[in-house]
């Protein structure tokens, strides 16, 4: 006989890739509605899971016919609907790596991750073709091909070329496609880093990595503790996409929804109004917002219109709630819980949340509201986090030593793209280490206290500090600059800057707005929502014994600072 | 810099190992109460996690010192209690193999079972002492030493040699332990099938299988359909763990138990006194039983005395559950879910479960009822399941053809103990063959019919005798029904029933017939030629160790049986 005797691939060694994903929905509900998409123009777009699932099939042969092979990067400039989660899945599953950009870096960071990743084919949005215009001659070195996706036929005058019309080319795919048996530690997807201290980082995934993240969150999320007044869990989610998934995979949520077959919401761009018609529409009861989002739905004047009643579970993440937010969310949404969580561009998706334990469930509201805002609870057995402090020892278990929180886990970048040696930085002794600084209270939860890299954390954006502290000071009447998050209530925090000018400079607070204008905004190098708010011209900056911006020392007096600042634009 | 700069075990290749799932209790539930082990002496032994796993502890040094090695065998005769699991963890988690060897085999196949895994050392409850000494001589050339676990200090008077004291051993040990950082596919455990067609094959498992089984059975749980009248999920399972380990895992449920930190019940033996008992003072909130065991709780005259209300989800498995017997037991659990499943020795656990579709969620109950007692779906994405005719092509979802199971999957075996022939015949064409019978229908739930040997064949048809079980022990006078073929010169092979008639009932053989003439034949669920021929009425069923009809040992006994059976139809 010259059968073999053992199949490994088929049972100790079955591989976790991401293309099983797709075996539930279409094994048990392929005619159910998968994803529904409204566009901006109000316009819906309705696929079931075995259209979905067909057109992703196109996408493969599609993939395969621009001369994609195992391995190569293949980019997206795109925002969130079935077209973009077509490619997700098309390019993992041949066995490429998909790279979602993200389209709210700066040019000059865009084109560095870009052409870092060497993508071979970038597939972009219509609305985005300005961005890719812009950087078309510095990437047009790396990058062979592109695919404009639209949701109109045709395709439109530009300077980019070759370009391929996105729908045009997928009618023409088979819709069944023999997807390989891949190994389950090869490379799925690659995320780059927001660069807050310094270029980019491209954070690399296997498809093991997105298996076990989506599996034991699932798990969590299934078997976490409830409490008496908790909304019934529904069994058919209606989840409400509108975290961009180039924010590191959206949280892992797109591969959840898919695994557990969930009815998927799409509005491209968040807007109050869209978001409010498609829950009441589409009945969605679920979604993964971040605090300036419903920040917006709050100030959104006819909020009141709208049925939203069929949304009772939203997950909040991205960074803290500030109470007075979340009580008048409270409002509009009574069954809403706000739990927060942590995780970061080298985690994939989330590492810790702020999960009940069991003997809590019937503490008073007060208590638990206090539980939810904690940073949580890493998402034990699957990652282990500690907190420790320079020399590497745990710190106490007392709400106050301060260290760093270093992680193991499934779903920990193993390495930077191309980088070896930040990569062994980062894992220096066999634990990653996250440069967040936090505490950990009585009962185990971390908390995150202060962040060592002084990001500022607007909105679902991350206002890097050290490169607008060294682009201020590129100006010549600035002695020293340092930045700063003051609360908001709608983005969270919002950047305010401490000046001490060269003495003798006669020189206004504008002055380093219109400064940062044209050094910063109009040559790429940061965006206009990383402008500061305020500006305050200070004595001194505190420092550490070190000579290093002290942000604790700051942010204990931001009260006094922020009354002698002035406010230079608008929020 | 010496520092190495990739570390994948603790990232990318994190390894899946047993070991894992005591991070959570230990890390978020220390002092919760573990285990409860009443013994038959009505005794009761209490253990919180921190005070278990610490034994766990001292049981891993134990065995070092009792020389075990990584890939040595580790036997164990045991009933259900704290120090069974302690080895099972402990055997595990350092890279030994945990062989629970089932006690219910023939002396012949317990011998062979542990000659054939060569287990080094053997642990055992002093209740089962007999057996050990009976199987001494033929054993004591592969077993090195013996454990003698007992609830009382000391050791008995036996031939056994070298005996070892089970607690005066453990207390001598440190109680924290350095749990090697394992492959994820060392292997981990060893079952035996029960011999029903020749002798026992050893299944092997790995850390990894177990790993993944027990996550996606925990995300399936978790993320069910679940029904409006259902009760709530309790946020802290107590689980009644009254099937044996040495029943390839218990199914899963002690790995999956300590995962979630749920509370474990463990009484030894399962008998209906004691496990009422229990129930009542643990508030047993969960449990997995086969038919037998609960049709010996509807035989039990106190039943009444005890207060059952905690006890709101059964799983049964083992066997389809008879809707008569369902019923039935409904009136003593009000909101028992009682769902079939699929599993064998080789799956390591379940594989296919009668799960919900989420539109069957406002089916009527009647509806719902007949989907609960469907063997089920397949475990997807982590089980696939086929049923395939003799050509391995697929049946259609008729309802009606039938087939045989093929599997594959991550807890699939690998492999039969030494044995590649075996080996290479189950996984023929790279899937593994159950032997098992079964049609699948419209909705795609697979519906065992029977063991493919099972199988009466009369003329050129094929009587399925669990659909015909399952029918007859609707009769409300019915406690025990199965059929076998007896040998027909005509025919090949014409039906006889045997059946246990519930205690008190004065019915005649001949309202068998009467009965499935009237509920199956004129209701079209069965045709006239699957009728009896021949009623037996006996006061015991023969059953395997595992609780299953016996169709062997009837086979054997045909004769005796068809002599005291009446003819109640012509041929």
Redesign the interface.
Known sequence: ?S??????E?????PLLIT?????PM???PDDEAIVYRNDDGQYFRLTWREWYERTCQHAHLLKALGVKEGDRVGTMALNHHRHLENIFATCCIGAISHPINVRLSLEHMTYVINHAEDSVIFFDEILMPFVELLYDQIKGSVKKFVYMSDKPGLPQTKIEPLYEYEALLKEQPKTYDWPLLDE?SLATLYYTTGTTGLPKGAL??H??VYLQC??S??R???S??LPDDP??P??LVFFAVIPFFHIHAWGTPFMMV??AAKMVFSSKYEPESFCELIQNEKVNSAVMVPTMLAMLLEYPEVDKWDLSSLTTIAIGGGALPLGLKSKAEKLFPHMRAASGYGMSETMAGVIGAVL??DM?NWPKEEIDKVFVKTG??M???I?ARVVDEKGNDVPHDNETIGEIIL???W????YYKD?EK??TA??????HTGDAAKIDQD?YIIIADRITDVIRSGSEMVPTVLLENLTSNADFVLEATYVGIPDEKWGEIPMALIKKLPGMDVKEEDILTFLQKEGVDSGKITKWMLPVYVAFVDDVPKTSVGKYDKIAIRKKIEEFKAKAKQVRKV
Chains 1, 2 share one sequence.
Do not use: C
Request: net charge positive.
């Open positions: 006989m059968e073999k005797t053992f199949y490994p088929y049972s100790s060694r079955y099983n994903f797709i075996k539930k094994g048990m509900y530690n995934y296997t093991r990595q599996i034991h699932l798990e999320a299934g078997n503790v409830r019934e869990r069994n058919r695994y557990g334990k069991r469930e609870l890493p034990l057995p699957a282990d193991r886990g499934h920990i970048t193993e390495q070896p990569t062994a894992w220096r002794g066999g634990w990653f185990g």
